[in-house]
């Protein structure tokens, strides 16, 4: 540990907390916009989608990269250096002329974005002895919950009272006061540790890009691509895979530990964590278009029924770490991804009637389930590692939620336009008007079906996991 950094752990732990309530809030405020954006740019949903995606896969595949350049240049000049990107880019989005000027600038902000994700937990670690490790990340958990649960209150009061525009302005004083006090506070203290003599995967690395990229866009041009082209993208991603595997399996040094995949705990514990967070994903995409388009919502009260989600993050999570040390993990991980399959199962039945504070419960039951899992399914995987393996392990448990999350925001736009384009014969969501309300719902509800089916697959695959 840091000795110079370390007689400061606390503020270090609120400059990295920071770093994370900014990234969990712009996720959450840009969902709640989405169809804002979707109205002021007159563009399909299959394409304002890319205004997530582009940002989940700027740091998906990055995420691990800059894992090594932290190591290499140090963990807080990599930290800093991705909120100034992100702050400037954030600035930039504000004022972007066209959807495609904001797609790429989102791309921006996914690396800053990366940059801290990567980097932050490795600070925390360094500035917390090993027996506090645990209650330093809690409370970074904690800033998570604060930044996901404010997102869609301050986004929604923001695009109702001026626009989805001023959205991207939030982090902006928060950012800078954080690289301020940032500066202050490292002022007089013990440069970084770095390690220059770790080698790095490039060609791992690369592989891995051109692998989740590839994987992305075919999942989101498939409707509208021939057979021909489906086999063929079909046949890429599957070679993509096996070159990726065939690098990372013959390579000394490689960008995944294969060693550790191996084990039950470890590959159960990142494939249940992506698939979670994919179906979480999904609905949070999904639910702010049923909101303003079915039940007229505006944008305040679109906030305040997304924010059922991550209400319960603050009960649910600390008290499922405490019967994590005495349950173990296979139980309280199924049992919360069986409680999300069932949320998911009454957001199928739901239509332009449901009372907003059933839709508010399911939602909130949501994320409960999702908080009674994340807890102990990390620490399934931190707690039975070797010490050398924990950082490569926690910028992959990151990567597979993120991972998640790209899968689901694209699955989503994906499966919900090929439903409602059956529906309606043909039409998209872009011409919706209220007579299309019942095409709208059945599409809700056989999208929701389907991901059901999904949770449901991931609530077997938690079962197999040792205890």
Not at 42 to 59: A, E, M, N
Not at 75 to 86: K, L, W
Not at 327 to 337: A, D, E, F, I, K
Request: net charge positive.
């Amino acid at each position: 540990m840091n000795s110079g950094i370390g007689n400061f752990k606390y503020p270090t732990l609120l400059l990295v907390g920071g770093g994370v309530f900014l990234s969990t809030m712009d996720s959450s405020m840009v969902n709640v916009a989405l169809p804002f954006i979707m109205g002021d740019f007159g563009s399909t949903l299959l394409t304002t989608q890319w205004v997530v995606l582009i940002y989940l896969l700027s740091i998906t595949v990055t995420l691990l990269f800059w894992g090594i350049v932290a190591d290499h240049f140090g963990t807080f000049r990599v930290y800093f250096t991705g909120i100034a990107v992100f702050i400037s880019a954030s600035v930039c989005c504000s004022l972007a002329p066209s959807l495609a000027v904001l797609i790429a600038l989102r791309s921006v902000e996914g690396l800053g974005a990366a940059m801290m994700m990567a980097s932050g937990p490795a600070i925390v670690r360094d500035v917390f002895p090993r027996n506090e490790l645990g209650r330093g990340l809690g409370l970074v958990g904690i800033a998570t919950s604060a930044g996901l649960m404010s997102g869609p209150v301050v986004g929604g009061v923001l695009i109702s009272q001026v626009s989805w525009r001023v959205i991207f302005l939030v982090s902006v004083p928060i950012g800078v006061s954080i690289v301020v006090l940032g500066f202050i506070r490292r002022r007089g203290s013990e440069p970084d540790q770095v390690a220059p003599q770790r080698s790095f995967d490039w060609k791992g690395a690369a592989m891995w890009g051109v692998l989740i990229t590839s994987l992305v866009l075919y999942a989101h041009f498939l409707p509208r691509l021939d057979l021909i082209w489906k086999i063929g993208g079909s046949a890429w991603l599957a070679a993509a895979g096996a070159l990726f595997y065939g690098a990372e399996k013959t390579r000394k040094s490689n960008i995944l530990p294969l060693h550790l995949f191996a084990k039950n705990y470890y590959h159960i514990g990142l494939i249940t964590a992506s698939l979670s967070f994919a179906s979480l994903f999904a609905v949070l995409v999904l639910m702010p278009f049923y909101l303003t388009h079915v039940r007229g919502l505006g944008g305040d009260m679109v906030g305040m029924m997304m924010m059922a989600v991550p209400l319960t993050l603050f009960i649910v999570s600390p008290t499922a770490g405490m019967l994590y040390d005495r349950l173990g993990s296979r139980l309280l991980t199924t049992l919360g991804l069986s409680i999300c399959t069932l949320s998911l199962l009454g957001l199928a039945m739901i239509d332009g009637d449901t009372r907003l504070a059933v839709i508010f419960f399911i939602l909130a039951l949501l994320g409960m389930g999702q908080s009674m899992f994340l807890a102990p399914n990390t620490a399934s995987l931190l707690s039975r590692i070797p010490e050398g393996d924990a950082g490569v392990t926690s910028g992959l448990l990151a990567t597979s939620r993120n991972l998640g999350m790209l899968i689901g925001a694209a699955a989503a736009s994906m499966i919900f336009s090929a439903w409602y384009g059956y529906f309606s014969s043909g039409d998209e969501l872009g011409t919706y008007r209220a007579l299309m309300e019942p095409v709208f719902v059945s599409s809700l509800r056989a999208t929701m079906l389907c991901l059901a089916a999904l949770a449901g697959v991931n609530v077997c695959i938690s079962w197999r996991r040792e205890r």
